[in-house]
């Protein structure tokens, strides 16, 4: 069986513009979730009034402006999630050092980069131009700054890559299946290098509605925006929406080796389940999430006691946490597994950038990927209390402070909306 790993990584997150500033802010267990008061009007309706969002400014300090990343043409014809998409490509590749120019190598790299929503501003600002003004008012970029798959399209035609092109768009579990997926296209040989991963930016006060409307939003903090996302914490009430992007380049080991290139990680297994259960709701076992995890440590050949880290889907709902940690403790616990549920070191990186939905699996598999590669657990913010009820909520859910431990193997967990599942075990490269 071929081999995949992990040469280079490149995102976007309300922490930061890039990875070296993303990471460092992340470890200092600072928050990138802020207000949404300012942004006028429809925001100031609802019950939701905060954020994950991407800091503005220069790219020198960590921050984001378009045109550090983008031709003005480029940015012209884009998304914002496809911008973010593009900037992401660009620093998995710098990183990577993948920089292919012969026909061979362009043919045998592809990219998978999906999005949850895709363009909801494009949507809705057309929408409301054509019904007042009618056809006159459809740009000819209306289709183009659509369409969910142009994220991988822009990156493909920007960098001519040949090989496989692809979007995944499953919910809040996007990103991972993007990464899973291309990983299988490694293996089975449709490609030796891919590009992939997930991007989302929908911080539109329609999203946040309906978002709101189907109980999912953290409400009771708009005037504490950086406590509002506490996963795994007694008090957590919802989620809280975010915005960026993630991509990581993948490559088949000989390839890799053979150029030399940096390795983070290798992707040892990949598990897909669904709870067929419900469209939003968690069945109450966590039993999607258990079969995902399962089903990644039997491809990696993993037994649950080698698991050092699992960095959890825990948006921060009820719910939500309380599935996916009994789940944990589940596959954890026993037989094959560990003595003592806190032995299980388990955290949510939402504390500190919100929910990315779409992009939500890839960021968090790069905060996987750097955990296995530095030695140290990302905190989980905002965790004073864990449970309820605390009896149930035993695990080292690395509260607050980053914690350093060595970590050989790990899961990433993305969970999303019509109850599909996935899980991604990473490992150190031996
Ligand atoms: C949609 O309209 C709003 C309000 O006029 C504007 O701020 C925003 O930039 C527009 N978005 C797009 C994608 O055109
Ligand atoms: C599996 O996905 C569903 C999607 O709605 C999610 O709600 C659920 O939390 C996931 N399963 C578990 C047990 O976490
Ligand atoms: C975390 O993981 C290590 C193994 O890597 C384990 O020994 C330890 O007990 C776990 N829990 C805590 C609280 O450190």
Redesign the pocket.
């Known amino acids: 069986m071929r081999r995949v790993v992990v040469t280079g990584l490149g995102a976007i997150t309300p922490l930061g513009a890039g990875i070296k500033h993303t990471w460092r802010r992340l470890l200092a267990a600072e928050s990138g979730i802020g207000s949404l008061a300012s942004r006028g009007p429809p925001f100031e309706t609802l019950p939701s009034r905060v954020a994950g969002l991407v800091p503005l400014g220069s790219r020198e300090v960590g921050c984001w402006q378009a045109k550090d990343w983008l031709h003005a043409s480029e940015e012209r014809q884009m998304a914002l999630f496809a911008q973010y998409a593009i900037a992401a490509a660009q620093e998995a590749l710098d990183d990577a050092g993948w920089h292919p120019t012969s026909q061979e190598d362009l043919e045998a790299t592809g990219v998978t980069i999906g999005s949850g929503i895709g363009n909801l501003d494009e949507a809705y600002n057309t929408s409301v131009a054509f019904h007042e003004s009618g056809y006159k008012k459809v740009s000819p970029l209306f289709v183009p700054r659509l369409l969910i798959n142009l994220a991988a399209g822009h990156v493909s035609i920007k960098y001519g890559f040949k090989g496989p092109n692809h979007a995944a768009t499953t919910a809040c579990t996007t990103g991972l299946h993007a990464i899973g997926d291309a990983s299988r296209l490694i293996q089975f040989g449709d490609a030796d290098v891919m590009v992939a991963g997930g991007a989302e930016s929908c911080i539109h006060p329609l999203a946040i509605a309906g978002f709101a409307k189907a109980r999912s939003l953290a409400t009771e903090w708009n005037n504490d925006p950086t406590k509002s996302s506490r996963p795994f914490d007694r008090q957590r009430a919802g989620f809280v929406i975010g915005e960026g992007a993630g991509v990581v380049v993948l490559e088949e080991l000989e390839h890799a080796k053979a150029r030399g290139a940096p390795i983070y990680a290798e992707v040892k297994g990949y598990g897909l389940s669904s709870?067929a259960h419900?469209m939003?709701?968690?069945?109450k076992n966590?039993?999607?999430?258990?079969l995902a995890m399962r089903q990644a440590l039997k491809h990696a050949g993993i037994k649950p006691s080698a698991i050092d880290y699992i960095n959890a889907?825990a948006t921060s709902t009820v719910l939500?946490d309380a599935?996916?940690n009994t789940?944990v403790r589940t596959l954890l616990l026993g037989n094959e597994g560990k003595q003592h549920a806190s032995e299980i070191n388990v955290s949510s990186t939402k504390g500190a950038v919100g929910h990315l939905l779409g992009a939500a699996g890839a960021v968090e598999a790069i905060f996987t990927m750097l955990a296995v590669h530095h030695d140290i657990l990302p905190p989980t913010l905002n965790l004073d209390c864990a449970g309820d009820p605390p009896e149930e909520f035993d695990c080292n859910y690395v509260p607050q402070t980053a914690q350093r431990r060595a970590v050989n193997a790990a899961l990433t967990n993305s969970?999303?909306?019509?109850?599909?599942?996935a899980s991604l075990c990473l490992a150190k490269y031996k």
């Open positions: 709870d419900h939003t709701a968690p069945k966590g039993e999607g999430a258990f889907h939500g599935a996916e789940a969970f999303g909306f019509g109850g599909t599942n």
